[in-house]
Protein backbone atom coordinates (compact mmCIF):
# COMPACT_ATOMS: atom_id res chain seq x y z
CA UNK A 1 0.00 0.00 0.00
CA UNK A 2 2.76 2.39 0.84
CA UNK A 3 4.96 1.48 -2.35
CA UNK A 4 3.61 4.39 -4.58
CA UNK A 5 4.61 7.01 -2.54
CA UNK A 6 8.07 5.83 -2.17
CA UNK A 7 8.37 4.77 -5.90
CA UNK A 8 7.62 8.91 -6.85
CA UNK A 9 9.98 10.02 -4.57
CA UNK A 10 12.37 7.41 -6.22
CA UNK A 11 11.67 9.22 -9.68
CA UNK A 12 11.44 12.70 -8.52
CA UNK A 13 15.27 12.14 -6.67
CA UNK A 14 16.13 10.17 -10.26
CA UNK A 15 18.81 12.43 -11.75
CA UNK A 16 17.32 11.26 -15.50
CA UNK A 17 14.71 13.59 -14.82
CA UNK A 18 16.74 16.76 -14.08
CA UNK A 19 19.01 16.01 -17.09
CA UNK A 20 15.54 15.39 -19.30
CA UNK A 21 13.65 18.95 -17.34
CA UNK A 22 17.33 20.91 -18.84
CA UNK A 23 17.10 18.87 -22.59
CA UNK A 24 13.77 20.45 -22.48
CA UNK A 25 14.79 23.75 -22.09
CA UNK A 26 17.53 24.02 -24.77
CA UNK A 27 15.18 22.61 -26.80
CA UNK A 28 12.88 25.43 -26.08
CA UNK A 29 15.80 27.82 -26.10
CA UNK A 30 16.65 26.72 -29.89
CA UNK A 31 13.08 27.12 -30.87
CA UNK A 32 12.86 31.04 -29.26
CA UNK A 33 16.31 31.39 -31.67
CA UNK A 34 14.70 29.49 -34.50
CA UNK A 35 11.94 32.22 -34.23
CA UNK A 36 13.94 35.44 -34.11
CA UNK A 37 16.45 34.23 -37.10
CA UNK A 38 13.50 33.37 -38.96
CA UNK A 39 11.80 36.31 -37.99
CA UNK A 40 14.60 38.59 -38.81
CA UNK A 41 14.60 37.14 -42.38
CA UNK A 42 10.88 37.83 -43.28
CA UNK A 43 11.82 40.96 -41.66
CA UNK A 44 13.74 41.81 -44.60
CA UNK A 45 11.69 40.68 -47.17
CA UNK A 46 9.97 43.51 -48.22
CA UNK A 47 13.54 45.29 -48.41
CA UNK A 48 13.92 42.60 -51.11
CA UNK A 49 10.78 43.18 -53.21
CA UNK A 50 11.45 46.39 -52.61
CA UNK A 51 15.20 46.27 -54.76
CA UNK A 52 13.31 43.39 -57.68
CA UNK A 53 10.83 46.55 -57.99
CA UNK A 54 13.28 49.00 -58.78
CA UNK A 55 15.10 47.22 -60.73
CA UNK A 56 12.33 46.68 -62.58
CA UNK A 57 11.07 50.22 -62.86
CA UNK A 58 7.69 49.93 -61.32
CA UNK A 59 6.07 53.01 -61.78
CA UNK A 60 4.04 53.00 -58.96
CA UNK A 61 5.61 52.27 -55.78
CA UNK A 62 4.86 49.61 -53.48
CA UNK A 63 4.39 48.77 -49.73
CA UNK A 64 5.72 46.32 -48.34
CA UNK A 65 5.48 47.16 -44.47
CA UNK A 66 3.40 44.54 -43.41
CA UNK A 67 6.37 42.19 -43.90
CA UNK A 68 8.35 44.21 -40.95
CA UNK A 69 5.59 43.56 -38.30
CA UNK A 70 5.63 39.67 -39.15
CA UNK A 71 8.99 39.38 -38.70
CA UNK A 72 8.84 41.90 -35.59
CA UNK A 73 5.87 39.14 -33.96
CA UNK A 74 8.15 36.48 -34.47
CA UNK A 75 11.38 37.63 -32.90
CA UNK A 76 9.29 38.93 -30.30
CA UNK A 77 7.67 35.53 -29.43
CA UNK A 78 11.44 34.20 -30.06
CA UNK A 79 12.27 36.09 -27.05
CA UNK A 80 9.10 35.31 -24.89
CA UNK A 81 9.72 31.53 -25.62
CA UNK A 82 13.19 31.93 -23.88
CA UNK A 83 12.67 34.09 -21.28
CA UNK A 84 8.94 31.92 -20.43
CA UNK A 85 11.09 28.42 -20.97
CA UNK A 86 13.81 29.96 -18.58
CA UNK A 87 11.07 30.88 -15.78
CA UNK A 88 9.24 27.66 -16.54
CA UNK A 89 12.16 25.39 -15.95
CA UNK A 90 13.09 27.28 -12.72
CA UNK A 91 9.82 26.48 -11.34
CA UNK A 92 10.19 22.93 -12.17
CA UNK A 93 13.72 22.18 -10.84
CA UNK A 94 12.05 24.07 -7.26
CA UNK A 95 9.29 21.35 -7.25
CA UNK A 96 11.40 18.76 -7.79
CA UNK A 97 13.74 20.01 -4.97
CA UNK A 98 10.73 20.67 -2.94
CA UNK A 99 10.02 16.91 -3.46
CA UNK A 100 6.46 17.62 -5.04
CA UNK A 101 5.11 14.10 -6.72
CA UNK A 102 5.27 14.25 -10.70
CA UNK A 103 2.23 15.01 -12.46
CA UNK A 104 1.26 14.50 -15.90
CA UNK A 105 -0.24 18.11 -17.36
CA UNK A 106 -0.55 19.02 -21.17
CA UNK A 107 2.13 21.67 -22.55
CA UNK A 108 -0.02 24.91 -22.56
CA UNK A 109 3.05 26.57 -24.02
CA UNK A 110 3.83 24.27 -26.77
CA UNK A 111 0.23 24.38 -27.86
CA UNK A 112 -0.06 28.17 -27.43
CA UNK A 113 3.03 28.84 -29.73
CA UNK A 114 1.53 26.29 -32.62
CA UNK A 115 -1.11 27.77 -32.54
CA UNK A 116 0.00 31.45 -32.75
CA UNK A 117 2.83 30.23 -35.52
CA UNK A 118 0.05 28.65 -37.29
CA UNK A 119 -2.28 32.23 -37.44
CA UNK A 120 1.45 33.87 -38.62
CA UNK A 121 2.01 31.59 -41.33
CA UNK A 122 -1.89 31.59 -42.83
CA UNK A 123 -1.28 35.63 -42.72
CA UNK A 124 2.38 35.57 -44.79
CA UNK A 125 0.32 33.40 -47.54
CA UNK A 126 -1.78 35.88 -48.07
CA UNK A 127 -0.11 38.41 -47.50
CA UNK A 128 2.25 37.12 -49.93
CA UNK A 129 -0.49 36.20 -52.40
CA UNK A 130 -1.66 39.75 -52.27
CA UNK A 131 2.22 41.40 -53.34
CA UNK A 132 2.35 38.56 -55.74
CA UNK A 133 0.67 40.57 -58.67
CA UNK A 134 2.67 43.60 -57.61
CA UNK A 135 6.55 41.89 -58.56
CA UNK A 136 6.11 40.33 -62.11
CA UNK A 137 9.62 39.26 -63.13
CA UNK A 138 8.00 38.37 -66.85
CA UNK A 139 10.59 35.90 -68.14
CA UNK A 140 10.56 35.34 -71.54
CA UNK A 141 12.12 32.37 -73.06
CA UNK A 142 11.98 32.52 -76.49
CA UNK A 143 15.58 34.25 -76.93
CA UNK A 144 14.87 37.62 -76.04
CA UNK A 145 17.44 39.86 -75.19
CA UNK A 146 16.23 42.18 -71.88
CA UNK A 147 17.26 45.56 -71.81
CA UNK A 148 17.44 46.55 -68.31
CA UNK A 149 17.88 50.19 -67.20
CA UNK A 150 20.46 49.52 -63.55
CA UNK A 151 20.35 53.30 -62.70
CA UNK A 152 21.94 52.72 -59.65
CA UNK A 153 24.95 50.90 -61.22
CA UNK A 154 25.81 53.53 -64.06
CA UNK A 155 25.41 57.13 -62.28
CA UNK A 156 26.50 58.27 -65.33
CA UNK A 157 23.88 57.66 -67.13
CA UNK A 158 20.39 59.53 -66.67
CA UNK A 159 16.86 57.61 -67.45
CA UNK A 160 14.14 59.29 -67.69
CA UNK A 161 10.62 57.32 -67.96
CA UNK A 162 8.54 58.14 -71.78
CA UNK A 163 4.67 58.54 -71.55
CA UNK A 164 4.67 57.32 -75.07
CA UNK A 165 6.29 53.92 -77.24
CA UNK A 166 9.26 53.69 -78.76
CA UNK A 167 8.72 54.96 -81.89
CA UNK A 168 6.35 57.71 -80.33
CA UNK A 169 8.90 58.67 -78.70
CA UNK A 170 11.79 59.05 -80.84
CA UNK A 171 9.07 61.26 -83.44
CA UNK A 172 8.90 63.09 -81.05
CA UNK A 173 12.32 63.78 -80.30
CA UNK A 174 13.26 64.09 -84.28
CA UNK A 175 10.49 67.17 -84.58
CA UNK A 176 12.21 68.73 -81.23
CA UNK A 177 15.84 68.49 -82.94
CA UNK A 178 14.19 69.56 -86.53
CA UNK A 179 12.38 72.42 -84.76
CA UNK A 180 15.47 73.81 -82.71
CA UNK A 181 18.05 73.16 -85.56
CA UNK A 182 20.12 70.30 -84.32
CA UNK A 183 21.80 67.77 -87.09
CA UNK A 184 20.09 64.42 -86.64
CA UNK A 185 23.27 62.28 -87.61
CA UNK A 186 22.22 58.86 -87.23
CA UNK A 187 18.99 56.61 -86.30
CA UNK A 188 20.36 52.91 -85.27
CA UNK A 189 16.84 51.04 -84.70
CA UNK A 190 19.46 48.09 -82.47
CA UNK A 191 16.27 45.96 -82.17
CA UNK A 192 15.50 45.96 -86.17
CA UNK A 193 19.12 44.93 -86.69
CA UNK A 194 18.99 41.76 -84.06
CA UNK A 195 15.88 40.80 -85.64
CA UNK A 196 17.48 40.23 -89.09
CA UNK A 197 19.77 37.60 -87.41
CA UNK A 198 17.13 36.29 -86.12
CA UNK A 199 17.19 37.14 -82.66
CA UNK A 200 14.44 39.33 -81.06
CA UNK A 201 14.67 42.18 -78.27
CA UNK A 202 12.94 44.78 -77.10
CA UNK A 203 12.29 48.03 -79.01
CA UNK A 204 15.36 50.35 -79.03
CA UNK A 205 16.31 53.12 -81.08
CA UNK A 206 19.67 55.24 -80.68
CA UNK A 207 19.72 58.91 -81.95
CA UNK A 208 23.37 60.70 -82.45
CA UNK A 209 22.53 64.22 -83.14
CA UNK A 210 24.81 67.41 -82.68
CA UNK A 211 25.51 70.89 -84.08
CA UNK A 212 29.53 71.83 -84.47
CA UNK A 213 29.15 74.82 -83.54
CA UNK A 214 28.36 73.84 -80.17
CA UNK A 215 30.56 70.60 -80.65
CA UNK A 216 33.90 72.17 -81.92
CA UNK A 217 34.42 74.48 -78.72
CA UNK A 218 34.23 71.67 -76.77
CA UNK A 219 36.38 69.29 -78.66
CA UNK A 220 39.46 72.09 -79.21
CA UNK A 221 39.21 72.69 -74.96
CA UNK A 222 39.47 68.87 -74.35
CA UNK A 223 39.58 66.42 -77.93
CA UNK A 224 39.20 63.48 -75.88
CA UNK A 225 35.23 64.50 -75.79
CA UNK A 226 35.12 64.04 -79.42
CA UNK A 227 34.98 59.99 -78.03
CA UNK A 228 31.05 60.55 -76.59
CA UNK A 229 30.40 63.59 -79.58
CA UNK A 230 27.87 63.69 -81.18
CA UNK A 231 25.59 63.39 -78.60
CA UNK A 232 23.34 60.32 -77.74
CA UNK A 233 20.21 59.47 -76.97
CA UNK A 234 18.45 55.93 -76.17
CA UNK A 235 14.88 55.17 -76.31
CA UNK A 236 13.98 51.60 -75.44
CA UNK A 237 11.23 49.62 -73.76
CA UNK A 238 12.59 47.04 -71.07
CA UNK A 239 11.22 43.91 -70.44
CA UNK A 240 7.95 44.89 -68.55
CA UNK A 241 6.76 47.08 -71.45
CA UNK A 242 8.33 50.37 -70.04
CA UNK A 243 9.91 53.06 -72.19
CA UNK A 244 12.38 54.75 -71.14
CA UNK A 245 14.96 57.79 -72.59
CA UNK A 246 18.42 57.40 -71.14
CA UNK A 247 21.89 59.75 -72.24
CA UNK A 248 25.21 60.91 -70.28
CA UNK A 249 24.80 63.43 -67.78
CA UNK A 250 26.45 66.43 -68.69
CA UNK A 251 28.27 66.49 -65.26
CA UNK A 252 29.65 62.99 -65.64
CA UNK A 253 30.79 64.11 -69.69
CA UNK A 254 32.33 67.29 -67.99
CA UNK A 255 34.17 65.09 -65.42
CA UNK A 256 35.20 62.50 -68.03
CA UNK A 257 37.39 64.35 -69.85
CA UNK A 258 38.06 67.60 -67.92
CA UNK A 259 35.90 70.03 -69.42
CA UNK A 260 35.50 73.63 -68.67
CA UNK A 261 32.47 74.78 -66.85
CA UNK A 262 31.90 77.66 -68.75
CA UNK A 263 31.05 75.25 -72.00
CA UNK A 264 28.89 73.09 -70.00
CA UNK A 265 25.73 74.54 -71.18
CA UNK A 266 26.98 73.41 -74.89
CA UNK A 267 26.17 69.74 -73.90
CA UNK A 268 23.64 69.84 -71.14
CA UNK A 269 21.08 70.64 -73.54
CA UNK A 270 20.59 66.80 -74.02
CA UNK A 271 18.45 67.44 -70.71
CA UNK A 272 16.29 69.45 -72.01
CA UNK A 273 15.79 67.25 -75.26
CA UNK A 274 15.01 64.22 -73.39
CA UNK A 275 12.98 65.85 -71.12
CA UNK A 276 10.75 67.01 -73.67
CA UNK A 277 10.41 64.14 -75.62
CA UNK A 278 9.82 61.95 -72.61
CA UNK A 279 6.33 64.24 -71.91
Known amino acids: ?5 AKADQTIQDPRVRFAAERTLLA ?3 TGLALMGFGFVVARFGLFLQQIEFLQHSPVA ?3 GLSLWFGTALIATGVVVNVYSS ?14 PEHSRPSTQAVVIALFLALVGLAMAIYLISVHGSVNPNVDTNKEVSMATPAAANPGIIYKPSNHSVDETVEKLK ?48 PSIALDLPLKILVSQDAQGKVWVSYNSAEYLRDRHGLPQDLLANIAVVETLAAKAAE
Not at 1 to 5: A, F, L, R, Y
Request: charged share 25%.
Open 28 to 30: WMR
Open 87 to 100: WHHIRLVRELDRGD
Open 175 to 222: GILQARGVNLFALIDHSGEAEKVGLKMPPTKLLIFGSPKAGTPLMLAA
Open 1 to 5: MNDEP
Open 62 to 64: QSY
